[in-house]
């Protein structure tokens, strides 16, 4: 079955920075656009960042752009989140998510998701 597992998350202060993974396995990485949500306490899941099925295409939330990074491997079946900057509103669980439809910033876009990794701010 579909498995996608991340790992990375963790206590960090703010201004520091943390690099997400997310392993797949069971499904076809390099035909699946992989996404990136985030979830923060009290609040609904909200999209972070995607990235094409061969990383020549990515789309940033804006409240993100320009201090998370998307990128991917595939001869891994890995994609990463690399968040620099950060700040206490990056408190939230990070979820990757893969969808072999098409591409998209809905979280019905996505049928593949990770368990979540916690990313915690401290100011």
């Known amino acids: 079955q579909v498995q996608l597992v991340e790992s990375g998350g963790g206590l960090v202060q703010a201004g520091g920075s943390l690099r997400l993974s997310c392993a797949a396995s069971?499904?076809?990485?390099?035909?699946?656009?992989m996404g990136w949500f985030r979830q923060a306490p009290g609040k609904e899941r909200e999209f972070v960042a995607r990235?094409?099925?061969?990383?020549?295409?990515?789309l940033y939330a804006n409240s993100v752009e320009g201090r998370f990074t998307i990128s991917r491997d595939n001869a891994k079946s890995t994609v990463y989140l690399q968040i620099l900057s950060l700040k206490p509103e990056d408190t939230a669980v990070y979820y990757c998510?893969?969808?072999?439809?098409?591409?998209?910033?809905?979280?019905?876009?996505?049928?593949?998701w990770g368990q979540g990794t916690q990313v915690t701010v401290s100011s």
């Open positions: 998510a893969g969808n072999t439809r098409g591409s998209g910033t809905r979280d019905s876009d996505y049928e593949y």
């Open positions: 069971g499904l076809t990485f390099s035909r699946t656009t």
């Open positions: 990235i094409s099925r061969f990383g020549s295409s990515t």
